[in-house]
């Protein structure tokens, strides 16, 4: 009666840091019984560091970590196999083990350090290769088997540690797609039928859309979002931590989830013959100035100081630049060189760039941009990034949105803006 | 790794080379089902048994012990210099194994575990030939000969001694037993012992080890006036592997040309009862002038 | 189900090896009398016990190794025992300690090999790489620094103290006195069977830390463990028979694609196989010429054919690919 009451996995407020780095931050987390769940984020979010904590791999520096109930730190090792298996993404075997003793492993802490394996392990071994289709080929050593077959076995080992949660860490990424539909039907099938609590991770988030109930996303070690798949996979949240356009789609029907790449500028248009003026400095424009010149935009920037690292990145993109000497405020003589650039610009666009008194100048480009009817492009949030005494910066820009001025939160949507020609 | 190979190169053959005998004639006496019968482990053992007239009484050696040919080629190998085989001895029955220096540091105690009486002939200095033969003398039951033989070789080594005593401008020697790397002898060895009798300074002396690795420029600097090789395997002529050392051609003894090789090594090198040849040859080469 | 069938095989053919290993000698070949060849006798069985006890150990701690480091290559030498080893003798020999007695040569061996190891374990712990590769890195450090030391020993020894070392280092299974046999040979005894009784741990490991710790293996003690004890018998068999080489390497891979990877199966039979296999190639050093031969020339000639006709057979390739 307690297990019904109990979740399966409760996280609270972990924090686990790997080389003095944080890698989950204050992340908690509850997960009943009988849950099927999808981790999804980009690399270096912190799934596998959470998996690592739900397994007992890794000991987070604060919080506690309980299955069942039961504190993991004060679980021994054997009782914490009972209780949780893992399916890795690829389990490298060095020596010939057949099929059979790989299942086999899985009841390790079942069977006595001076006696065969008992009915009872043999029963669930037998099990667990019915279950998964490796029976006919027990006799195999491992590293004979297809991918597929390989990735079957290891699973029947997880099943045969007869666990109540399993967690599979991309355990099918490196499968085709037939042979990553059979793992998870078979996983689908364990959760449904023995209530075993599933919680994987995914980079293929329409499958992870269709097998899971739940979805968590993890973003720089905290999740940002959860819930049901419809409500987690949104168009924005998906730009926000995976930093590209994506466009889900619902089938009406189904319910199913559809998620494709968004129009791109490079697959359905072209920046050729327009021309762009950025202003950026302080390697803010980095990755502007990079997204800009691949989508083929002429590109001029300035006025940055030399040895900028964005007067750095505008060189080797053959950006043509408005320079000022380093370290020195921008002089009306570099100025007047950035104003015949941007004269001849058809677009200009704001990095989000911080703005001190030596850079201000800049300001006015945008202004006589306007003044000529052209389209003028602001990164928002300058509020965090305004650094004059008198936060001059963030009320000349207010000045320039309300004369017409656009805001754009991030590259991707400023691409989406930007006019475009269509490509053939 | 190629260093220890190189080692044990250099001890095969140093190995080797402490070990030789004495010509004299000898009839080959008969046998006597009480007189003991030995296993000699050392060339130099192998040949005091032959001077003492006791071959018969040799039922195994040591695959070095290889003089004088005609009387030892009959006698069973036991294993190489250093390296006996414990089965081949026992199976031998032997009442006494003589030696002078094994490999294996624990080799007396395995001989006497598995029932061998194992005595150990010090035999390495010139000084040590004449009570090595007395030793030997004694285990073969043959202390007469031993006797005589001993008194005679005190006697001729005295004598040398007492000819070369008044020399006061000794030509400096240095004697060489490997060419790569260049070994050379030191004050622990045999050899040096005969130069110093036959009238020379071993320049090696200064080392108080029996064999060392020298190098060109401790040689340079020391300047020998004869240099003397007893190199054991040898492609090329040992002078041309003297004068190719670089810088070699301004010392002395290769200015003078009194770089000597040719030696019957055995016999210099050998603590055994051939000592005065090894002594007249190394002598002939320093009085030459 | 070949594996079944070669383990007993293995079993079975191990007492017909032994025997046959008595019955040859430098004297002659034939079951020696023990009446009147009562020394013959004692000296090949003992000969042979101590091929059988040297063989297990290294192919044992072989096992255990080439598992725990997960490291086809690995071989009971790779923590720096055999450097240690070798310069506990040859502190043994140019302070001339060992003509004491017949226990100083092999004790001293033994020691300096624990101490070496105890280095490389404690420098392994500070390092900050993960712990396998650490203990590796400062096993092969530890060694060249102790190599260093034994030919600075060797190079200022006398002719017969570099000859001695020399012919300790070759290898050589004749046993200076049955105590040391005695001590040498229990030791060996409860470490391989300390070893198998971690086979289901092993088994595990062999498949990684991180799953071995899934299935409910406690990882850091068990490593530790394994790796103390195969590092103990090995320094046994050092201390007592000197560097015997690719015993340790190939046997267990031999073994392996007899009897399969499972270490219930593999420990037992790879300390019986690796003994006779040591024992049959001292056989054959004993007699093969007139002179002994060193017997670690007999197993690196017979093993590494071996080895590699079985490279050509798919089973082994699987650790190398």
């Not at chain 3, 891979?253 to 790879?270: E, F, N, T, Y």
């Amino acid at each position: 009666m307690t297990s019904r009451m109990t979740p399966a996995i409760q996280l609270t407020s972990i924090t686990a840091k790997y080389r003095e780095h944080a890698v989950l931050k204050d992340l908690s987390l509850t997960i009943q019984p009988g849950e099927m769940i999808g981790i999804l984020g980009p690399n270096g979010a912190g799934k596998s560091t959470l998996f690592n904590c739900v397994s007992g791999l890794l000991t987070p520096t604060s919080g506690t970590v309980k299955l069942f109930g039961t504190d993991l730190r004060k679980m021994p090792p054997h009782e914490r196999a009972r209780a949780i298996a893992v399916v890795p993404q690829e389990l490298e075997i060095p020596v010939p083990y057949t099929v059979a003793e790989i299942v086999m492993m899985g009841r390790t802490v079942s069977i006595g350090r001076f006696s065969s394996p008992s009915a009872r392990d043999r029963q669930a071994v037998e099990r667990a290769m019915v279950y998964t289709d490796v029976a006919d080929i027990r006799q195999r050593p491992l590293n004979e088997l297809s991918g597929g077959e390989r990735q079957r076995a290891i699973v029947a080992m997880a099943l045969a540690q007869e666990p109540r949660i399993i967690l599979m860490d991309e355990a099918t990424s490196h499968l085709d797609i037939n042979h990553r539909l059979e793992i998870m039907q078979l996983v689908e099938r364990l959760n449904r039928e023995e209530g075993v609590t599933v919680m994987m991770i995914s980079h293929d988030l329409q499958m992870a859309a269709e097998f899971s109930r739940r979805l968590i996303i993890l973003h720089q070690g905290q999740i940002v979002a959860d819930g049901p798949p419809h409500s987690v996979l949104t168009e924005d949240t998906l730009r926000r931590v995976y930093h590209c356009d994506v466009r889900v789609c619902q089938d009406p029907k189904s319910g199913g989830i559809s998620i494709m790449a968004a129009p791109r500028l490079p697959s359905v248009g072209t920046g050729k013959g327009i021309r762009i003026h950025a202003v950026a400095g302080g390697g803010c424009g980095e990755a502007t100035l990079r997204r800009l010149a691949l989508c083929g935009y002429t590109l001029s920037c300035g006025v940055v100081n030399r040895g900028d690292m964005d007067a750095e990145i505008g060189a080797v993109l053959s950006v043509s630049l408005a320079l000022e000497k380093p370290f020195s405020p921008i002089s009306r003589e570099a100025l007047q060189v950035a104003r015949e650039m941007a004269a001849k610009a058809d677009v200009l666009v704001l990095t989000p760039i911080p703005f001190g008194s030596g850079n201000l100048a800049n300001l006015e480009l945008l202004d006589e941009a306007l003044t000529a009817g052209k389209p003028v492009f602001i990164a928002s949030g300058i509020e965090n990034r305004d650094f004059t005494l008198a936060r001059n910066a963030e009320k000349s820009i207010l000045l320039l949105l309300s004369r017409g001025a656009k805001l754009y939160r991030d590259v991707a949507e400023l691409l989406t803006l930007l006019p475009a020609k269509l490509s053939d | 790794m190629t260093k220890i190979v190189a080692y044990l190169l250099i001890f095969a053959s140093t190995g080797l080379l402490t070990t030789g005998c004495k010509p004299t004639a000898a009839p080959p006496p008969r046998s006597s089902s009480s007189e003991p019968r030995v296993i000699s482990l050392a060339p130099s053992i192998t040949e005091i048994v032959y001077a003492l007239n006791g071959t018969h009484q040799l039922i195994g050696r040591s695959s070095a012990c290889d003089y004088p040919p005609e009387a030892v080629s009959n006698v069973p190998v036991i294993g190489d210099f250093g390296v006996p085989s414990l089965e081949r001895m026992v199976s031998l029955r032997p009442d006494q194994v003589l030696y002078t220096d094994v490999a294996d540091p624990m080799m007396d105690s395995k001989m006497k575990r598995v029932g061998l009486h194992p005595v150990h002939i010090a035999c390495e200095r010139l000084n040590d030939i004449p009570s090595a033969i007395v030793h030997v003398g004694q285990l073969l039951q043959r202390e007469t000969e031993a006797q005589a033989l001993a008194s005679n070789l005190v006697e001729q080594i005295q004598m040398a001694r007492q000819e070369t005593a008044a020399f006061t401008n000794r030509p400096r020697a240095l004697v060489l037993i490997w060419n790569d790397p260049f070994y050379a002898a030191g004050r622990k060895s045999f050899v040096s012992d005969l130069v110093e009798l036959a009238g020379g300074h071993n320049i090696g002396d200064e080392i108080n080890r029996d064999y060392f690795q020298a190098s060109s420029e401790w040689v340079l600097a020391h300047d020998p006036d004869i240099i003397f090789c007893f190199f054991m395997a040898n492609s090329k002529p040992v002078k041309q592997t003297i004068l190719n050392q670089p810088g070699w051609r301004r010392i002395k003894a290769v200015k003078d040309g009194r770089v000597y090789d040719g030696f019957d090594n055995n016999v210099a090198l050998r603590p055994g009862p051939r000592v005065m040849q090894g002594l007249e040859a190394i002598k002939r080469r320093i009085q030459e002038h | 189900m070949h594996n079944r069938r070669n383990f007993w095989l293995v079993l079975g053919l191990t007492p017909l090896i032994l025997t046959l290993c008595v019955m040859m000698g430098p004297s002659g070949f034939g079951l020696p009398d023990i009446n009147t060849e009562r020394e013959i006798f004692m000296l090949r069985l003992t000969r042979v016990v101590c091929g059988l006890v040297i063989g297990a150990a290294l192919s044992c701690s072989g096992v255990v190794f080439q598992a725990v480091l997960r490291n086809p290559l690995a071989e009971p030498y790779i923590l720096g025992v055999s450097s240690g080893a070798g310069l506990g003798a040859a502190i043994a020999i140019v302070t001339g300690i060992s003509a004491l007695g017949a226990t100083i040569l092999p004790l001293c061996a033994f020691v300096m090999a624990l101490i070496t190891l105890a280095i490389v374990y404690a420098l392994a712990r500070n390092g900050t790489s993960s712990s396998i590769y650490g203990l590796i890195l400062s096993g092969v450090i530890v060694s060249a620094v102790c190599s260093s030391l034994l030919m600075f020993m060797v190079s200022v020894s006398s002719i017969e103290g570099m000859h001695s070392i020399l012919w300790w280092m070759l290898g050589n299974l004749e046993v200076t006195s049955y105590s040391v046999l005695t001590f040498i040979g229990l030791l060996i005894v409860a470490g391989c069977l300390g070893l198998w009784a971690l086979s289901r741990e092993l088994n595990a490991l062999t498949l990684g830390h991180q799953m071995a710790h899934h299935l409910g293996i406690r990882v850091k003690a068990t490593v530790v463990v394994a790796l103390l004890l195969a590092t103990l018998i090995a320094s046994a068999a050092v201390g007592v028979a000197g560097l015997i080489g690719f015993v340790g390497l190939i046997v267990p891979h031999i073994m392996r694609s007899l009897v399969g990877a499972d270490h219930r199966r593999l420990i037992p039979s790879a300390a019986i196989g690796g003994g006779a296999f040591l024992a049959a190639c001292d056989a054959l050093a004993r007699t093969l010429m007139p002179v002994e031969i060193p017997v670690g020339v007999i197993t690196a000639l017979l093993g590494g054919p071996f080895f590699l006709i079985l490279l050509k057979r798919r089973r082994v390739q699987n650790w190398l690919e």
